[in-house]
């Protein structure tokens, strides 16, 4: 398969569609085609939710760090430069680059971050729960339909991460 990097979407198959999707809503899976993709124990996975939480824009160092680890623990810039490190090895052969130091950036489309979806697909049926009721009880149904688990990101525990679940 051609994958082609996009400045605004990251990597591109040679249709267009974007092949890596991130699945929040239930325990934490990255798919490339259809296949996991493995990114490393419940804290590496903490770190990568944070840049998804923040994805498309910069985050520092300092940011990364409360948004993951909490803002009470203090965290050496070597950890985070570890888990960066690490991140971006998991990722490579799926084509996704997280650029920067000390600052951060991950760079995917709302649709491939499936919690996002999820939000997008609410707001719209609500938006049409009085003017279209089948319309908006189909969209509330493929919300539902993209959790996975009875809770999002279980076992991952790090504060910071649990707030943004």
């Given at each position: 398969m051609i994958m082609q990097v996009t400045s605004e979407t990251g990597v591109a198959d040679a249709d267009g569609a974007f092949?890596?999707?991130?699945?929040?809503?239930?325990?934490f899976?990255?798919?490339c085609h259809g296949q996991p993709v493995e990114v490393g124990g419940p804290t590496a996975q903490a770190v990568l939710i944070c840049l998804l939480h923040h994805r498309n824009e910069r985050v520092s160092r300092q940011r990364?760090?409360?948004?993951?680890?909490?803002?009470?623990?203090?965290?050496?810039?070597?950890?985070?430069?570890?888990?960066?490190?690490?991140?971006?090895?998991?990722l490579e052969p799926a084509?996704?680059?997280?650029?920067?130091?000390p600052d951060y950036r991950l760079?995917?489309?709302?649709?491939a971050v499936?919690?996002?979806?999820?939000?997008t697909l609410v707001t719209s049926a609500r938006a049409l729960r009085d003017t279209d009721p089948d319309e908006a009880l189909h969209r509330f149904g493929r919300a539902l339909n993209l959790w996975h688990g009875p809770t999002a990101l279980p076992g991952i525990d790090l504060p910071g991460a649990r707030a943004i679940a």
């Open positions: 092949p890596v999707r991130f699945e929040l809503l239930g325990g899976r990255v798919l990364l760090t409360d948004d993951t680890w909490g803002q009470h623990r203090a965290v050496s810039p070597d950890t985070v430069y570890h888990y960066m490190r690490d991140l971006r090895r998991a084509g996704l680059t997280i650029t920067g130091r760079d995917v489309p709302d649709h499936d919690s996002v979806q999820f939000d």
